[in-house]
């Protein structure tokens, strides 16, 4: 294991602490590194068989995240199922306003609480985290209304310091790029399709498949906003490289393909 320093391992105990005080809880896991790093704590400290988890897959769902969450059940043998939301049938959501978050987390969280109650299960947790209050979060209204626990916000557990907890706990997800749904990549008030979704999901993995970490492609219709590490962003400029881009993103249906020279961030479009 790797060295955990003193303040977080002072937190890690806490949380653990916080955990034993449920019998049982359902996990709402999206694979990213927040919700691994929940999941994998319930079960060591709850005991597997008391733990639920409930994943849940849409349109908005990035392919590779699905593939790896799937992964990360069955490397540890959890007790999960999965779910399909229909966020996209929601006009209230399709119409992307800014509050589109709050609108997709009300159905999850409905779904994961009947859930629970089906299982006599008498808590959910979820994955956020200290750092989501600084953040544009609408969905945290949600997350109150369904009286959903966040264990590592509680706790005042940062990014930072779960991927350290992570790392020092060897779970494989301590380095995962940050998530979110591929909804996020499109501008306010511009309507989501699926086809708009599933052009931005094969771009993206594209560019990972090119070496590329952090990666984000903002869709402007026939533009596509390319955003990666500033440590990478020379890369995209190789000859080989924006070559392979350009003639991939083109065969997608991009007419125009920009790169941001800002930079990988995140929120970018909340600006």
């Excluded at 808590?123 to 209304?145: C, E, W």
């Amino acid at each position: 294991m790797s060295f955990l320093n003193k303040p977080a391992l002072k937190k890690l105990k806490c949380l653990e602490s916080y955990i034993s005080k449920f019998n049982k809880a359902v996990i709402a896991y999206s694979g990213g590194v927040d919700s691994s790093l929940l999941l994998k704590l319930s079960c060591d400290v709850l005991g597997k068989q008391n733990v639920l988890a409930v994943t849940a897959f849409s349109e908005t769902y990035p392919q590779k995240d699905k593939e790896q969450a799937l992964s990360f059940i069955r490397k540890y043998s959890v007790n999960a199922i999965t779910i399909n939301t229909l966020e996209l049938q929601n006009p209230e959501f399709n119409k992307n306003p800014k509050n589109r978050c709050y609108h997709c987390k009300h159905e999850l969280f409905a779904k994961i609480t009947a859930i629970a109650k089906k299982h006599n299960i008498p808590v959910i947790f979820d994955g956020s985290n200290y750092d989501d209050l600084s953040d544009f979060r609408p969905g945290r209204k949600a997350v109150k209304q369904f009286k959903v626990k966040s264990p590592l916000l509680e706790n005042k557990i940062t990014k930072q310091e779960v991927r350290e907890i992570s790392r020092h706990l060897r779970l494989p997800t301590w380095n995962k790029p940050q998530m979110a749904c591929l909804a996020s990549r499109i501008p306010y008030g511009t309507r989501i399709t699926t086809n708009s979704l599933t052009k931005i999901d094969k771009a993206e993995n594209y560019l990972r498949g090119l070496g590329f970490y952090n990666v984000r492609v903002r869709h402007y219709g026939e533009i596509a906003r390319i955003e990666v590490s500033k440590e990478q962003i020379n890369k995209l400029f190789h000859t080989n490289t924006s070559e392979k881009i350009l003639r991939k993103f083109k065969t997608l249906g991009y007419k125009y393909i920009t790169i941001d020279l800002e930079g990988y961030r995140t929120g970018s479009m909340n600006l």
